[in-house]
């Protein structure tokens, strides 16, 4: 994409200045070229249970992207999404399918024995390798260059607070799983420091003065002098305080509404949070790795707001012919394909901040599920979906493979980022190297 | 007042002798008061005591007179440094000292007053602790059984029909190798074990905690909502460690609960260890540990700039930036805390009908809990009305009241809050005194009942107080306090002069003295005699061994007697004796200073040169005793060195790690010293039990533990209270048999029953 000023940006997106929220006043953005190789970011997402692989899989192998119902939300990012046919997750070893569709899905190796029961093979621990996603983050990290604050985020939807093999995707090593974030608020926090109770402080400095001057009324010289210091020190804070938050920053802060529970019914909305804050963070610069994690393998959230009353995992066990329950699963689905859709869909509105094009030129989006198909268990023909730029990425079509591994996926993205790895996991499941998805 | 140039030759007879020369008319012969009224009052004030707008404040402080004077001389007077250098600011610095700049002459010529005082870090956290700890349950006794309540179930699930075992365990330290715990009849693959309590912190602070097993585990201290440590996942089947830590308070019994369970690993083991803040590593002990369990104590994990200890002691006096960013750093922590459990505290649930009517009661009561008063009803309109009806939410509401109620000067300064209610008032100097927190339920009952206008009852309520943890931990700290112990905080010694000290060693010197300390202050008589006069010692298998004493007869810490060497209570224990030494020898004169100001209750300068103490520079073959005298001949040291060196020199018997002593390389050790008496005359020691004896019997001595006590607990200048306070309480002390409790309720009381002078204009508290 070639340079361009905001404002014809604005008219070929076909968006007026009023629907962009929080992108203007970003300094350079209006100067062409920029001298640094351009960014490239990743973004793992997850949604557990399986697919509804009718619903899901394009029919023709070549030709335009044909998107079956599950994908149609994609269809205004068509030319930029990417559907691999025949790849699988072929690690083996403890642990049921669930509990290894989960922890060797970014790890691309086995799972240590251990003492977590799944409903049926053998007890397993945590995965023996570190992830995909913390593999690039470091490789980023050691270069200055492309190196940032935080490196990567990890982030949750709805992710129960246990840590086990069916909650963590993400590992810093052998044994050493890392924690998506849920809460929003805590994300903000960590992201952008105490800015947000900043405003609750602000509130209350008025009557704190006003009690301390009337505290001060009735003391003699010197005990007032020491009560006057203090108040000082509370008008400057105020003074402090009236100054804009996002002093320092390229793009400002979200502005995150307040009082959401973290609940199921809250699960859209907490969503769309993290999602601001992930879309923000790159603004910033932040990080360029990311994971946003649904739940969590055999997650059990409660559609309600698709009026589905029912359990995810236990609709995903129901059979192919219940056609009630798949017309469910495959609304499920079609959900969190929407989801993606609007992550991608922010990330292209927002200019790419010193570079050329937007966001989304520079990010890749891999959508990610534990299980093939959810009463089947089925780790062949993983339904993984790309969205977005990567360097030697072909967009907008199938690739078909046969019964590739994964593993051989993370070792293109690794490449895409100049990272060439000989092996990624377990190198017996790499044989052929990296994907062709040029 | 321009100087005369001076030739070089005066600037070079800095220690003037006799032999000044006075033929040049150049030469500065006046005194160094002359010069100070010359030169210095304009700006300083005739006493030190400022000039408003020029030197806003009272000229005090610690530097010795050298370096005082070095100060003057580079700097001042200001604007025209050159007019006072040399041998006249040392006059004029040895003037200052002596009549208005060292403490002890500052104290003397300042009136002493009340000053106005904001809460202490301690006084902070501990409020907020029973601030809102009032809204829970009520913590139960710490009497109660030591240990922790354990379950051993059959089956990884903890199910309650499968429970084979219920037991008390001293502590989390297991090994049951590849079978099931004995004598549970559980099965070997597959059991589970729930063990809850409450843990107790000796001292206020980051607790490590460390988790060690290769099945699955999670811990969870002060919290029941996430588990500090998870472990739940095990491994490849090795044993893993996992860490937490967790800040503790001092007097408060944490909840504590570890759940365990073996499935299918080949073997099982599960050690819970701990480092508290002056601790080694070690399994948590028995003696920490309660099997009643405890409501979560809310502890304030916002670090703190340090109180003002310019007078030797903690208090809340003065403001700065640092302290007013870390009180609302601190008030949002706590409003956050609060919000996200504000229906349980105020006692309603999330669709409740009336929870908007319950927050806000929640919020009214909040507030005249930390004020320590009922609220005006213009107050409550501010605070929680207006708060309530400007916020987005209730709970983005609560959160706001706690922020203004925590920021409030109502809250930070007690004295100002309770000002016109005189039963508020002695509660909450009580609570302050005996608590370092706020009043609780009773106390306020018994103050609006008119209860504590009446000594008698005061002094009842006060009673009631000592035995509450809280004063134990309050008096605990002021023995460390008193005793420097924190000189001794991760004190290394030379492994050649003191093999076989370590962390470890360290730990139990200081849990010996905790005990000890424990055993004299809560025991009926709670004597200063015995603290000081006792040839007994706590002793466990390691530091017994460590001290070359015999074993102590049970398993633990066991007071024994320390039947070889003349001990002395605490002024010869270990802990003190590492403390004040150097890392290959003793110190007596770092023992001899702390004697002299703690013990003696006698006033030092600084010294008018600080000296350091060079071994190396020394004949080999002297002793340390030897070598200090040689040091602190010259007549100018000898001013202080006089009482200094005696009795260090009484502690000489004990070496650098406390350890009983005949003689220092093939020289035999040498205790005996003359002592001049405040008043005149010498006092012969023989040793540090005869300092020990007159430390009890003499009334300057007396004196000067009364004031140290009072300084700690009430945290102002005992003479502000009254000319004849000091001495009443020290001639009540002695009357009861020197019972340091009665000591304490009676500071106490005294603070807490003080009516203020009757106001002038500008009259102060």
Same mark, same amino acid.
């Given at each position: 994409?070639?340079?361009?000023?905001?404002?014809?940006?604005?008219? @070929?997106?076909?968006?007026?200045?009023?629907?962009?929220?929080?992108?203007?006043?970003?300094?350079?953005?209006?100067?062409?070229?920029?001298?640094?190789?351009?960014?490239?970011?990743?973004?793992?997402?997850?949604?557990?249970?399986?697919?509804?692989?009718?619903?899901?899989?394009?029919?023709?192998?070549?030709?335009?992207?044909?998107?079956?119902?599950?994908?149609?939300?994609?269809?205004?990012?068509?030319?930029?999404?990417?559907?691999?046919?025949?790849?699988?997750?072929?690690?083996?070893?403890?642990?049921?399918?669930?509990?290894?569709?989960?922890?060797?899905?970014?790890?691309?190796?086995?799972?240590?024995?251990?003492?977590?029961?799944?409903?049926?093979?053998?007890?397993?621990?945590?995965?023996?390798?570190?992830?995909?996603?913390?593999?690039?983050?470091?490789?980023?990290?050691?270069?200055?260059?492309?190196?940032?604050?935080?490196?990567?985020?990890?982030?949750?939807?709805?992710?129960?607070?246990?840590?086990?093999?069916?909650?963590?995707?993400?590992?810093?090593?052998?044994?050493?799983?890392?924690?998506?974030?849920?809460?929003?608020?805590?994300?903000?926090?960590?992201?952008?420091?105490?800015?947000?109770?900043?405003?609750?402080?602000?509130?209350?400095?008025?009557?704190?003065?006003?009690?301390?001057?009337?505290?001060?009324?009735?003391?003699?010289?010197?005990?007032?002098?020491?009560?006057?210091?203090?108040?000082?020190?509370?008008?400057?804070?105020?003074?402090?305080?009236?100054?804009?938050?996002?002093?320092?920053? @390229?793009?400002?802060?979200?502005?995150?509404?307040?009082?959401?529970?973290?609940?199921?019914?809250?699960?859209?909305?907490?969503?769309?949070?993290?999602?601001?804050?992930?879309?923000?963070?790159? #603004?910033?610069?932040?990080?360029?790795?990311?994971?946003?994690?649904?739940?969590?393998?055999?997650?059990?959230?409660?559609?309600?707001?698709?009026?589905?009353?029912?359990?995810?995992?236990?609709?995903?066990?129901?059979?192919?012919?219940?056609?009630?329950?798949?017309?469910?699963?495959?609304?499920?689905?079609?959900?969190?394909?929407?989801?993606?859709?609007?992550?991608?869909?922010?990330? #292209?509105?927002?200019?790419?901040?010193?570079?050329?094009?937007?966001?989304?030129?520079?990010?890749?989006?891999?959508?990610?599920?534990?299980?093939?198909?959810?009463?089947?268990?089925?780790?062949?023909?993983?339904?993984?979906?790309?969205?977005?730029? #990567?360097?030697?990425?072909?967009?907008?079509?199938?690739?078909?493979?046969?019964?590739?591994?994964?593993?051989?996926?993370?070792?293109?993205?690794?490449?895409?980022?100049?990272?060439?790895?000989? #092996?990624?996991?377990?190198?017996?499941?790499?044989?052929?190297?990296?994907?062709?998805?040029? | 007042?321009?100087?005369?140039?001076?030739?070089?030759?005066?600037?070079?007879?800095?220690?003037?002798?006799?032999?000044?020369?006075?033929?040049?008319?150049?030469?500065?012969?006046?005194?160094?008061?002359?010069?100070?009224?010359?030169?210095?009052?304009?700006?300083?004030?005739?006493?030190?005591?400022?000039?408003?707008?020029?030197?806003?404040?009272?000229?005090?402080?610690?530097?010795?007179?050298?370096?005082?004077?070095?100060?003057?001389?580079?700097?001042?007077?200001?604007?025209?440094?050159?007019?006072?250098?040399?041998?006249?600011?040392?006059?004029?610095?040895?003037?200052?000292?002596?009549?208005?700049?060292?403490?002890?002459?500052?104290?003397? $010529?300042?009136?002493?007053?009340?000053?106005?005082?904001?809460?202490?870090?301690?006084?902070?956290?501990?409020?907020?602790?029973?601030?809102?700890?009032?809204?829970?349950?009520?913590?139960?006794?710490?009497?109660?059984?030591?240990?922790?309540?354990?379950?051993?179930?059959?089956?990884?699930?903890?199910?309650?029909?499968?429970?084979?075992?219920?037991?008390?365990?001293?502590?989390?330290?297991?090994?049951?190798? %590849?079978?099931?715990?004995?004598?549970?009849?559980?099965?070997?693959?597959?059991?589970?074990?729930?063990?809850?309590?409450?843990?107790?912190?000796?001292?206020?602070?980051?607790?490590?905690?460390?988790?060690?097993?290769?099945?699955?585990?999670?811990? &969870?201290?002060?919290?029941?909502?996430?588990?500090?440590?998870?472990? &739940?996942?095990? +491994?490849?089947?090795?044993?893993?460690?996992?860490?937490? %830590?967790?800040?503790?308070?001092?007097?408060?019994?944490?909840?504590?609960?570890?759940?365990?369970?073996?499935?299918?690993?080949?073997?099982?083991?599960?050690?819970?260890?701990?480092?508290?803040?002056?601790?080694?590593?070690?399994? $948590?002990?028995?003696?920490?540990?309660?099997?009643?369990?405890?409501?979560?104590?809310?502890?304030?994990?916002?670090?703190?700039?340090?109180?003002?200890?310019?007078?030797?002691?903690?208090?809340?006096?003065?403001?700065?930036?640092?302290?007013?960013?870390?009180?609302?750093?601190?008030?949002?922590?706590?409003?956050?805390?609060?919000?996200?459990?504000?229906?349980?505290?105020?006692?309603?649930?999330?669709?409740?009908?009336?929870?908007?009517?319950?927050?806000?009661?929640?919020?009214?009561?909040?507030?005249?809990?930390?004020?320590?008063?009922?609220?005006?009803?213009?107050?409550?309109?501010?605070?929680?009305?207006?708060?309530?009806?400007?916020?987005?939410?209730?709970?983005?509401?609560?959160?706001?009241?706690?922020?203004?109620?925590?920021?409030?000067?109502?809250?930070?300064?007690?004295?100002?809050? $309770?000002?016109?209610?005189?039963?508020?008032?002695?509660? +909450?100097?009580?609570?302050?005194?005996?608590?370092?927190?706020?009043?609780?339920?009773?106390?306020?009952?018994?103050?609006?009942?008119?209860?504590?206008?009446?000594?008698?009852?005061?002094?009842?309520?006060?009673?009631?107080?000592?035995?509450?943890?809280?004063?134990?931990?309050?008096?605990?700290?002021?023995?460390?306090?008193?005793?420097?112990?924190?000189?001794?905080?991760?004190?290394?010694?030379?492994?050649?002069?003191?093999?076989?000290?370590?962390?470890?060693?360290?730990?139990?010197?200081?849990? +010996?003295?905790?005990?000890?300390?424990?055993?004299?202050?809560?025991?009926?008589?709670?004597?200063?005699?015995?603290?000081?006069?006792?040839?007994?010692?706590?002793?466990?298998?390691?530091?017994?061994?460590?001290?070359?004493?015999?074993?102590?007869?049970?398993?633990?810490?066991?007071?024994?007697?320390?039947?070889?060497?003349?001990?002395?209570?605490?002024?010869?224990?270990?802990?003190?004796?590492?403390?004040?030494?150097?890392?290959?020898?003793?110190?007596?004169?770092?023992?001899?200073?702390?004697?002299?100001?703690?013990?003696?209750?006698?006033?030092?300068?600084?010294?008018?040169?600080?000296?350091?103490?060079?071994?190396?520079?020394?004949?080999?073959?002297?002793?340390?005793?030897?070598?200090?005298?040689?040091?602190?001949?010259?007549?100018?040291?000898?001013?202080?060195?006089?009482?200094?060196?005696?009795?260090?020199?009484?502690?000489?018997?004990?070496?650098?790690?406390?350890?009983?002593?005949?003689?220092?390389?093939?020289?035999?050790?040498?205790?005996?010293?003359?002592?001049?008496?405040?008043?005149?005359?010498?006092?012969?020691?023989?040793?540090?039990?005869?300092?020990?004896?007159?430390?009890?019997? +003499?009334?300057?001595?007396?004196?000067?533990?009364?004031?140290?006590?009072?300084?700690?607990?009430?945290?102002?200048?005992?003479?502000?209270?009254?000319?004849?306070?000091?001495?009443?309480?020290?001639?009540?002390?002695?009357?009861?048999?020197?019972?340091?409790?009665?000591?304490?309720?009676?500071?106490?009381?005294?603070?807490?029953?003080?009516?203020?002078?009757?106001?002038?204009?500008?009259?102060?508290?």
């Amino acid at each position: 994409m070639t340079a361009t000023t905001r404002r014809e940006f604005a008219k @070929r997106l076909g968006l007026s200045g009023a629907a962009l929220p929080f992108v203007w006043g970003l300094p350079g953005l209006a100067s062409p070229a920029a001298a640094a190789r351009p960014k490239q970011r990743l973004v793992v997402v997850f949604s557990p249970n399986g697919t509804v692989p009718s619903q899901f899989w394009p029919d023709a192998d070549d030709g335009p992207l044909q998107l079956k119902r599950i994908l149609e939300p994609l269809a205004p990012l068509k030319e930029r999404t990417l559907v691999l046919k025949g790849v699988s997750n072929k690690v083996r070893g403890d642990g049921d399918n669930h509990m290894r569709g989960m922890g060797c899905l970014l790890t691309g190796i086995e799972l240590f024995p251990g003492n977590i029961q799944g409903g049926s093979h053998t007890p397993a621990g945590w995965a023996r390798g570190l992830s995909i996603d913390q593999e690039i983050r470091n490789f980023l990290q050691r270069d200055e260059a492309t190196r940032t604050r935080f490196g990567s985020l990890e982030m949750g939807i709805a992710v129960p607070e246990r840590a086990d093999p069916w909650t963590r995707m993400s590992y810093a090593g052998p044994n050493q799983p890392v924690g998506p974030v849920s809460n929003p608020y805590q994300v903000f926090e960590r992201l952008y420091g105490r800015a947000k109770d900043r405003e609750s402080v602000r509130s209350v400095l008025d009557g704190v003065a006003a009690e301390l001057n009337a505290a001060a009324a009735a003391l003699g010289d010197e005990d007032r002098r020491q009560i006057e210091r203090h108040m000082a020190f509370v008008r400057d804070m105020e003074a402090e305080m009236s100054r804009p938050d996002d002093a320092g920053l @390229r793009h400002p802060m979200p502005p995150l509404e307040e009082g959401v529970a973290v609940d199921n019914d809250t699960i859209p909305k907490l969503g769309r949070m993290q999602t601001e804050l992930l879309v923000n963070a790159f #603004a910033n610069d932040l990080a360029r790795v990311a994971t946003l994690q649904y739940t969590n393998s055999v997650g059990q959230a409660r559609m309600t707001w698709l009026g589905i009353p029912e359990g995810h995992h236990s609709l995903s066990h129901d059979p192919d012919g219940n056609a009630e329950s798949q017309e469910k699963l495959t609304r499920i689905n079609a959900w969190f394909c929407g989801e993606i859709a609007h992550l991608a869909g922010r990330l #292209a509105e927002t200019p790419e901040p010193g570079g050329d094009g937007t966001l989304l030129d520079h990010t890749l989006i891999v959508w990610i599920n534990e299980l093939a198909k959810g009463n089947s268990h089925s780790l062949d023909n993983l339904p993984f979906v790309l969205v977005g730029a #990567a360097p030697g990425f072909r967009m907008g079509r199938v690739a078909k493979f046969d019964k590739a591994a994964h593993n051989r996926l993370w070792m293109t993205v690794a490449r895409s980022f100049g990272h060439d790895l000989p #092996a990624f996991g377990n190198p017996a499941f790499c044989d052929g190297g990296a994907l062709a998805l040029g | 007042m321009r100087a005369l140039h001076r030739p070089a030759a005066a600037l070079a007879t800095a220690l003037a002798t006799a032999s000044c020369d006075r033929s040049s008319v150049t030469a500065d012969a006046r005194t160094g008061a002359e010069v100070y009224a010359a030169q210095c009052a304009s700006c300083h004030g005739p006493s030190g005591e400022g000039v408003a707008g020029l030197y806003d404040g009272f000229l005090h402080g610690t530097l010795s007179t050298a370096a005082l004077a070095r100060v003057i001389s580079d700097t001042m007077p200001k604007g025209d440094p050159q007019a006072c250098t040399g041998d006249v600011a040392v006059r004029v610095a040895a003037y200052m000292q002596g009549a208005f700049y060292s403490p002890e002459a500052y104290a003397r $010529v300042r009136p002493p007053r009340i000053d106005l005082a904001h809460l202490t870090i301690a006084q902070f956290e501990n409020s907020v602790a029973d601030l809102v700890g009032g809204f829970r349950a009520a913590a139960p006794a710490q009497e109660g059984p030591r240990g922790l309540q354990a379950e051993v179930f059959d089956g990884r699930d903890f199910r309650r029909e499968r429970r084979k075992v219920e037991r008390i365990d001293p502590g989390i330290a297991f090994d049951f190798g %590849t079978n099931a715990p004995p004598g549970s009849g559980a099965g070997s693959a597959e059991f589970s074990i729930r063990w809850r309590g409450s843990v107790l912190a000796a001292d206020s602070g980051d607790h490590a905690f460390r988790l060690r097993t290769g099945n699955g585990a999670r811990l &969870w201290v002060n919290g029941e909502a996430k588990p500090a440590i998870d472990a &739940w996942v095990s +491994s490849g089947g090795e044993v893993q460690e996992h860490h937490a %830590t967790v800040r503790l308070l001092t007097g408060r019994a944490h909840p504590v609960r570890v759940d365990f369970f073996k499935f299918k690993d080949r073997t099982a083991s599960v050690v819970l260890e701990w480092k508290p803040p002056h601790g080694a590593w070690a399994p $948590v002990p028995a003696d920490a540990l309660r099997t009643a369990s405890a409501p979560e104590v809310t502890v304030v994990t916002t670090p703190f700039p340090p109180d003002d200890g310019s007078l030797g002691y903690e208090r809340g006096t003065g403001v700065s930036k640092a302290w007013d960013d870390a009180v609302t750093r601190a008030a949002v922590e706590i409003a956050t805390h609060v919000a996200a459990q504000a229906d349980a505290l105020a006692g309603t649930r999330a669709n409740a009908p009336d929870r908007s009517a319950k927050l806000r009661a929640f919020c009214g009561r909040f507030a005249a809990r930390a004020f320590r008063r009922p609220l005006g009803e213009a107050e409550t309109a501010a605070i929680v009305g207006a708060t309530f009806d400007g916020a987005k939410d209730p709970e983005a509401a609560v959160k706001r009241a706690v922020i203004r109620v925590i920021k409030s000067p109502w809250f930070l300064y007690p004295e100002l809050s $309770v000002a016109r209610d005189p039963g508020r008032r002695t509660a +909450s100097r009580l609570a302050l005194a005996l608590w370092d927190s706020l009043p609780d339920d009773a106390l306020l009952r018994a103050a609006d009942a008119g209860q504590l206008a009446d000594r008698g009852q005061a002094a009842a309520q006060a009673q009631r107080m000592l035995a509450d943890p809280r004063a134990r931990a309050k008096l605990r700290a002021f023995f460390h306090h008193w005793l420097e112990t924190g000189r001794a905080a991760d004190a290394t010694k030379d492994a050649a002069a003191f093999p076989g000290f370590d962390a470890a060693v360290l730990a139990d010197m200081r849990t +010996s003295l905790d005990l000890f300390l424990d055993h004299v202050l809560w025991s009926e008589a709670s004597d200063y005699r015995e603290l000081l006069g006792s040839r007994r010692l706590f002793v466990n298998d390691r530091l017994a061994r460590f001290l070359a004493l015999p074993p102590p007869p049970g398993p633990g810490f066991v007071l024994v007697d320390a039947a070889e060497g003349d001990r002395a209570g605490v002024l010869t224990h270990p802990l003190l004796m590492t403390a004040l030494a150097y890392h290959k020898s003793t110190s007596p004169i770092h023992r001899g200073v702390f004697l002299t100001r703690n013990v003696m209750g006698r006033a030092l300068k600084p010294p008018p040169e600080a000296i350091e103490f060079k071994d190396d520079r020394f004949d080999p073959t002297l002793t340390m005793r030897q070598k200090v005298e040689q040091l602190t001949k010259p007549t100018d040291c000898q001013g202080c060195h006089a009482v200094i060196n005696p009795l260090g020199f009484s502690l000489e018997a004990f070496d650098g790690v406390g350890r009983f002593r005949r003689s220092e390389g093939t020289k035999p050790v040498d205790t005996a010293a003359d002592y001049p008496a405040p008043g005149g005359g010498t006092v012969r020691f023989a040793n540090a039990r005869d300092v020990a004896a007159h430390a009890v019997a +003499s009334p300057d001595a007396q004196r000067g533990f009364v004031q140290h006590l009072f300084h700690h607990l009430v945290q102002q200048p005992a003479g502000a209270y009254g000319t004849g306070t000091l001495e009443s309480l020290r001639g009540a002390f002695v009357g009861s048999g020197f019972r340091i409790r009665g000591l304490a309720a009676e500071i106490a009381l005294t603070a807490a029953l003080h009516a203020p002078a009757p106001a002038a204009a500008g009259q102060e508290l």
